[in-house]
C-alpha cells in the first residue's frame, strides 16, 4: 500500500476563491472558501471582471490557509490540481496561474480538473464505496443542468442538458425580477415552504422528439408575464430597499399570492428535473443517482427526489460541498494522480470545457 496522497484543490472559475486539502480523495483535511457576494449582491448577479479581480485579491490568502489549516507544507503534497474550465476565463486564468507557479517552485505534478467533474466527486468524496455503477448524475448550479452517465473508473457520457438558462440561472432571475437578492436559490428555498405550489399553473412547452434536454426559459418567462398581470410594483420595491433582510422580514414583505407564486415556480423546477432524472435511470440502468451543484442544496429538491421513489438510491453531498468549493476539485484529481494523468505549464482557462 502506498503511503496517503494528500493533494491541494483550487477552484476559482465562478465567484468563490476555494483551497483544499484533500487525503486520498475521501479525507477533506481543509477547505477554504472565500465567497464575493458582498461583491456582486448589489448588482444581482456575478460581474467578471470583478471576479477576477477579488480572485486576484484572495487566492494567495486562501491557499495559505488552505495548507495551514490541514498542517501541510507544499513538500508535502503529491499534487495541485487546479480548475481549466468551466467557467469565467478571467477568474479560472487566476487559480490556473497561481497553480502553475507553485508546481514551478514546487516541482509538484499539475492537475487539470473540470468544473463539473469536481461536482459529481463532492458526492463520491462523501459516499465512496456506496456508489454503485453505472451511476446518473444530475449537476445544477447556476451556470449548468446536466445529466450524465457515470461509469465505473469514472469515464462519462452526456445524456442531457439545458437548452437554455441553468435552474439556478432560473432561480437568480426569478428572485431578481421580484426584488429579491442574489443569489436567489437559498431565498427561494426558504420561502417556497410559505405558499402553495399548485397556486399557479405552469404549462411548460413540450420540447420535440425524444429529449432529455432541460428548458428553463419558458417558465422565465411564464413568471415575468405573471408579474405583469398582478401589479406588483409596491412590493417588489419594498424588498429591493431592504436587501439583506432575514427570511422573516422577506416574509412579512411579500404577500401570499406572491409566496404562492415562488412556491408554484419551485414545485416546476424540481418536477422537470425529477421527470427527466427518473426516465434516465430507466434508460441507462442506473445503480445510484448522483445530484450535486448549487441546487442541490434546495430543501426541497432534496425532500422530492427522496420520496420519488426512484428505482435506485439518491446520494447529495452535504449542503457546504453541494456549492464551489475547492474539495471537490482536490478528490477529483485523485483518480487522475493514480492514472499518471497530469497536465503541463501549457494548460489553458476553457471558458466552455465540456465533459463528455
Ligand atoms: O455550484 P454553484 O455554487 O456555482 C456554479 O457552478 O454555478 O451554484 C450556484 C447556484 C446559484 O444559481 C444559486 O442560486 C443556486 O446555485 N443555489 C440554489 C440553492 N443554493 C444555491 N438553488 C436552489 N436552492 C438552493 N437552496
Ligand atoms: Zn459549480
Redesign the pocket.
Known sequence: MESSAKILGIET????TAGAVVENGTAILSSVVASQLATHGKYGGVVPELASREHLRAIVPVVRHALEQSRTHLQDLAAIAVTEGP?LVGSLLVGITYAKSLCFASNLPLIAIN?IEG?IHAVVLEAGPKLEYPALALI?????THLFEVREGFSYRLLGKTRDD????A??KV?KLLGFG?????I???LAPHGDPHGVRFTLAHMKGNTLDFSFSGLKTAVLRWVQQHDLTAEIESRRRSQGASVEELLALTPQPTLDLLASF?HT?IEELLRRVAISIEEIGARSLII??????????RAAARSARLSCPVYFPT?AL???NAAMIAAAAFPKLRAGNFADFSLRAQANLALA
Open positions: 472559475s465562478c465567484d468563490e467557467g468544473h461536482h445544477a448550479s447556476g451556470g449548468h441553468a435552474a439556478g440561472e432561480y437568480d428572485a442574489y443569489p436567489g436559490g437559498p427561494i428555498d426558504q419551485q423546477v450535486s451543484g448549487g441546487v442541490a442544496s434546495n430543501a426541497g429538491l449542503p453541494s456549492t464551489d
